[in-house]
Nanobody
Framework: QVQLVESGGGLVQAGGSLSLSCAAS????????MGWFRQAPGKEREFVAG???????TYADSVKGRFTISRDNAKNTLYLQMSSLKPEDTAVYYC?????????????????WGQGIQVTVSS
């Protein structure tokens, strides 16, 4: 069992920044890939960023250069630093655990999910 709890969302103006955190408990956090996904109203859940436990990172094209994923294995915490935010970044953001080393962009390859946190970017 893995429990994931996101924090740090909220409302920000376009061009601003927000930082999300995801605290993990349960299974050993450090040996697995973790990801951030988001889901906007009426849209499918989409991959945002992922990170394996040795520091490899992958980003969706839509957030490259604006978002940074990181993790602190000692604190069992995953982070997403978001800058130059756009209204189209508005969504519920989820962190997710993948029971494997490699990052995947497919939501169905992640087995545990946080409850989600709202990020709203106003124009």
């Amino acid at each position: 069992q893995v429990q994931l709890v996101e924090s740090g969302g909220g409302l920000v103006q376009a061009g601003g920044s927000l930082s999300l955190s995801c605290a993990a408990s349960g299974r050993t956090f450090s040996r697995y890939a973790m990801g951030w996904f988001r889901q906007a109203p009426g849209k499918e859940r989409e991959f945002v960023a992922g990170m394996n436990w040795i520091g490899g990172k992958t980003y969706a094209d839509s957030v490259k250069g604006r978002f940074t994923i990181s993790r602190d294995n000692a604190k069992n915490t995953l982070y997403l630093q978001m800058s130059s935010l756009k209204p189209e970044d508005t969504a519920v953001y989820y962190c997710a655990h993948r029971p494997a080393f490699a990052i995947s962009e497919r939501p169905d390859e992640y087995d545990y999910w946080g409850q989600g946190i709202q990020v709203t970017v106003s124009s």
